[in-house]
């Protein structure tokens, strides 16, 4: 398991130095996608600019700006399925770049904080939320992966026996 894991840090040690030493780098390939999303990169597609689009493969400058449009006149996009919709390309084109999206949600008439999708936050963003320890926010994620999507917040609290109290905490941070 050592080896493994020193093997996995060695693969990810160039792409990480370019990351840090390169705020606008732009990742080349869907492998580096996946590399940079297992080491935390994210794009919040939710406030993404058209640099940070352009930080992905296979997106045109011009599709950048259709999304950086949409987003400006109040578009949320809740789902890879909604860029692809905006781009009018297929889901599956954007399917590679899906480790590094990130769906959050914004209450542009309240006070900004971001909502984050339950059916796909990573254990990293969740343990962002209030009231939300590592070992839960590992708990929701393996709970989801093992017996599906979350149908609603009350779902979340039966099937991981949560307190009233702490679902009354994280209702403001968490959507389905």
């Not at 130095?17 to 580096?32: K, M, V």
Request: charged share 20%.
């Amino acid at each position: 398991m050592l080896k493994r894991w020193q093997s996995l840090r060695a693969q990810l040690a160039p792409l990480a130095s370019r990351l840090g030493q390169d705020p606008a780098y732009r990742l080349r390939s869907y492998q580096e996608v996946e590399q940079a999303a297992r080491l935390g990169f994210t794009v919040d597609v939710n406030r993404a600019t058209v640099d940070d689009w352009l930080r992905l493969p296979g997106l045109s400058i011009r599709q950048a700006q259709g999304l950086v449009r949409l987003r400006q006149a109040g578009v949320q996009f809740h789902c890879v399925e909604d860029v692809a919709a905006a781009l009018g390309v297929s889901p599956a084109h954007l399917r590679p770049l899906a480790p590094v999206l990130s769906f959050c949600y914004y209450d542009e008439l309240g006070d900004g904080a971001p909502c984050l999708s339950l059916n796909q936050v990573t254990v990293q963003q969740l343990c962002g939320v209030p009231g939300m320890s590592p070992t839960l926010a590992q708990a929701v994620v393996q709970e989801r992966s093992r017996r599906g999507p979350y149908q609603d917040l009350a779902d979340l609290q039966r099937r991981l026996g949560l307190t009233p109290d702490l679902v009354q905490t994280l209702m403001y941070f968490l959507r389905p």
